[in-house]
């Protein structure tokens, strides 16, 4: 009789079908019963030999499909066990203490950056920021730099090549000229950012740097409440007894001109050394804005006056850090940024 060969395929192809594991091992037992050297499907193979002959083809059909089919689910167990691995790592200790992830800290130039623009945003400033990409007129002649002014000259200006009307902003300042332009007074901004010079690289000077500008435009601002504002500033940042002082100075954009000093002291030798032997320590160009300016920003200078100022970061992260080498701050030497602590 050839029906319970035929049934016992079927029971077989049920067994292959339903066959689940949960282990490698079980994995293995599954493919030596139907797969390996010994299975138990070759001695269905031999019984052909009991068909009768109308069914034979038939039932040779049918054992290479158990076959076949033995072969995919081997497959199928074996690439849902691989997952199912992946997914779950063996030997998790839940109960273990976690790894301590290391914490970065903040370039030291974004926390002095982060510092100022704090003490400013309290008094009511709002932030400004601006392109790097600069054209000349943002960048100088609205700013009242005139065409011949040194200022300009190649020496200190990177301008693109594709555009000679395009440069690398060299200040700030061109942030006041796109203020100025785009909104009316009273405007009180601070623009932080990254200005280019094409200097020679060295331990003082680079030819990449950041500064914070300040812009305070109103009816009746004077230089008195520029003076309180930036003694504010300086008592904020370097300590409530701070002296500060202001020099006469020249800008193009601002009259008159001044440079702030904050009184650091003489005791000892550093002390000599960083201020030249003064105790004194300037840390940024002021002024009046030049009536020229609001002119040329189409802000009427009979009516409004104001004060601004502009800051350089690196000086100030190198004086509080006492970091003596202006390129560690442009190398990202983890060793070097490690040593900063994420809270001023
Ligand atoms: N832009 C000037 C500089 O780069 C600084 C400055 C800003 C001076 C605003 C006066 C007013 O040195």
Avoid at 236 to 243: C, H, Q
Wanted: proline residues 5%; contains cysteine; glycine residues 6%.
């Amino acid at each position: 009789m050839s029906q319970e060969h035929f049934d016992t395929l079927s029971s077989m192809k049920a067994e292959i079908e339903s066959a689940s594991i949960q282990t490698a091992e079980e994995l293995e037992t599954f493919r030596i019963r139907y797969l390996g050297t010994k299975n138990i499907l070759k001695p269905l193979f031999a019984k052909i030999r009991e068909i009768d002959a109308a069914d034979k083809s038939r039932y040779g059909q049918e054992i290479n499909a158990l076959r076949g089919l033995a072969e995919e689910q081997y497959q199928r167990l074996q690439s849902s066990l691989q997952s199912e691995e992946d997914n779950q790592p063996h030997g998790l200790d839940l109960t273990a203490p976690g790894r301590p992830t290391r914490l970065g800290s903040r370039h030291p130039v974004s926390l002095v950056m982060g510092r100022i623009i704090d003490v400013f945003e309290r008094l009511g400033f709002a932030v400004a920021e601006e392109r790097e990409i600069e054209d000349d007129w943002h960048n100088f002649t609205a700013m009242n730099t005139p065409e011949d002014h040194p200022a300009r000259d190649m020496q200190d200006t990177f301008y693109l090549k594709a555009d000679a009307n395009r440069l690398l902003r060299t200040h700030t300042s061109s942030v006041q000229a796109r203020v100025m332009t785009t909104s009316k007074p009273p405007i009180r901004i601070i623009a932080p950012g990254r200005v280019y010079r094409n200097e020679t690289v060295s331990a003082r000077s680079h030819c990449q740097f950041h500064q914070v500008e300040g812009l305070y435009i109103d009816e009746g601002v004077s230089f008195a409440d520029m003076k309180q504002t930036l003694l504010h500033f300086a008592r904020e940042m370097y300590g409530p007894e701070t002296k500060i002082r202001l020099r006469p100075s020249y800008f193009p954009f601002t009259e008159p001109s001044a440079e702030m000093d904050v009184y650091w002291g003489l005791e000892s030798e550093t002390d000599y050394r960083i201020t030249k032997g003064t105790g004194w320590l300037e840390i940024m160009g002021c002024g009046m804005v030049d009536p020229e300016v609001l002119k040329n920003c189409n802000i009427d200078p009979e009516k409004y006056t104001g004060f601004a100022f502009g800051m350089g970061i690196e000086r100030q992260a190198m004086l509080k850090y006492g970091i003596s080498d202006i390129r560690w701050l442009f190398e990202n030497d983890i060793r070097f940024l490690q040593q900063f602590e994420s809270a001023m």
